[in-house]
């Protein structure tokens, strides 16, 4: 089965595909483009691709064909999106898509609703003014990092690093108003990315919540009411195994709740070890709300994996981006029961995708982003 794959670095993006009879990793097409694309979403029903610029005010817009020799073509670019945008969301119906600027404290809306059209609707901008956080290096500002929609197609819920809150959008009526902010214990917790569950359900029965300063999961319940969206949570996991485990520098990435609702992964970066981790939960549903298991972690033979994608649509195994170190992507096997073998299936070395000028100067310049088509 050959997989394609959207792959972003500073100054790339980046078609590959990935041949699991052969187990062999290609890159197809080396996009250059300025600044660094965090991160890349894709609308399918019109072939369209939108990358956002974590270092400037720069959004593109690119129709995608991956089956052409030139799959980048008809470029759109503006300069009007908020400074420092880390994360994109499409509305339900695709009409609108939401981008949390990590750097300036807000989450733009921008009008895409007719696949030409791609203009910030400035009236609409949500703007985090919540009281910041006690690590003064990473919370000196709040810093909105991902927005996620709710399966009913109506809420969106934003973590706010900076200020240890959850932002809570409501876009009926094309309104996108913040309808209520929910603090996130304790102070210093540092709420990055979530997921709500189960999957592939409507509407959310619970929400995880990955806290990137104290590498902790939580499990809130979801309740609807009116015009607010109600989290309250219930438990926590570490995402080392047990309390204390944790070393000071860790920072966790991303993290990814799989189509069976069974099992979740995590990444762990910043552990000051050799390499850093991918952790694997297993969820158990013998309660009144899922509880988690720390089952294990396994190295990823780099250092700050800020992304990895789960292949086969979730069903397959675990692609990771290194951001520095000797291997710019490894690919890691997943047995039938969730666990991860230690030894990378496939090591794909930094050198595919720097020179070794790149290398000695920017070694942190590897892959940040990584996606199946």
Same mark, same amino acid.
């Given at each position: 089965m050959m997989t394609k794959l959207l792959i972003a670095r500073p100054g790339h993006v980046y078609l590959a595909t990935y041949d699991a009879p052969a187990n062999k990793f290609t890159i197809i097409h080396d996009l250059a483009i300025p600044g660094c694309p965090s991160w890349l979403t894709?609308?399918?029903?019109?072939?369209l691709v939108y990358i956002v610029d974590e270092d400037s005010t720069h959004f593109h817009r690119f129709?995608?064909?991956?089956?052409?020799?030139?799959?980048?073509?008809?470029?759109?670019?503006?300069?009007?999106?908020?400074?420092?945008?880390?994360?994109?969301?499409?509305?339900?119906?695709?009409?609108?898509? *939401?981008?949390?600027a990590f750097g300036s404290s807000t989450v733009d809306v921008w009008d895409v609703s007719d696949g030409v059209t791609l203009q910030r609707l400035a009236e609409k901008t949500i703007v985090s003014d919540g009281q910041t956080g006690p690590v003064s290096h990473i919370q000196d500002a709040p810093h909105p990092h991902q927005v996620l929609l709710d399966p009913t197609g109506r809420f969106y819920v934003v973590p706010d690093l900076g200020s240890d809150e959850l932002l809570i959008i409501d876009s009926k009526n094309d309104a996108f108003k913040l309808s209520s902010r929910i603090f996130v214990p304790p102070l210093g917790s540092g709420p990055r990315h979530g997921a709500f569950y189960p999957g592939g359900a409507s509407p959310a029965t619970h929400y995880f919540l990955l806290c990137e300063l104290t590498n902790t999961i939580a499990?809130?319940?979801v309740k609807y009411k009116g015009s607010h969206l109600e989290l309250f949570r219930h438990s926590k996991t570490s995402t080392f195994g047990a309390?204390?485990?944790?070393?000071?520098?860790?920072?966790?990435?991303? *993290?990814?709740?799989?189509?069976d609702n069974k099992h979740l992964y995590v990444s762990n970066r910043l552990t000051g070890r050799a390499h850093d981790s991918i952790a694997y939960m297993r969820i158990h549903t013998n309660g009144v709300h899922p509880t988690l298991e720390f089952v294990q972690e396994v190295p990823t033979m780099g250092i700050l994996p800020r992304m990895f994608c789960v292949l086969d649509g979730g069903r397959g195994d675990i692609l990771v981006g290194n951001e520095?170190?000797?291997?710019?992507?490894?690919?890691?096997?997943?047995?039938p029961d969730g666990h991860i073998n230690d030894t990378p299936k496939l090591r794909v070395p930094m050198s595919e995708f720097m020179d070794e000028v790149e290398m000695k100067e920017n070694p942190g310049n590897g892959p940040k982003f990584v996606m199946e088509l």
């Open positions: 894709v609308d399918r029903s019109r072939s129709r995608l064909d991956p089956s052409s020799e030139t799959p980048f073509t008809q470029k759109l670019t503006v300069d009007t999106a908020s400074p420092g945008a880390v994360y994109l969301a499409f509305s339900q119906d695709k009409r609108r898509l *939401l981008s949390a499990v809130y319940s309390v204390g485990a944790s070393p000071a520098t860790a920072r966790a990435g991303h *993290l990814e709740l799989l189509p520095k170190s000797e291997f710019g992507l490894v690919l890691l096997e997943r047995t």
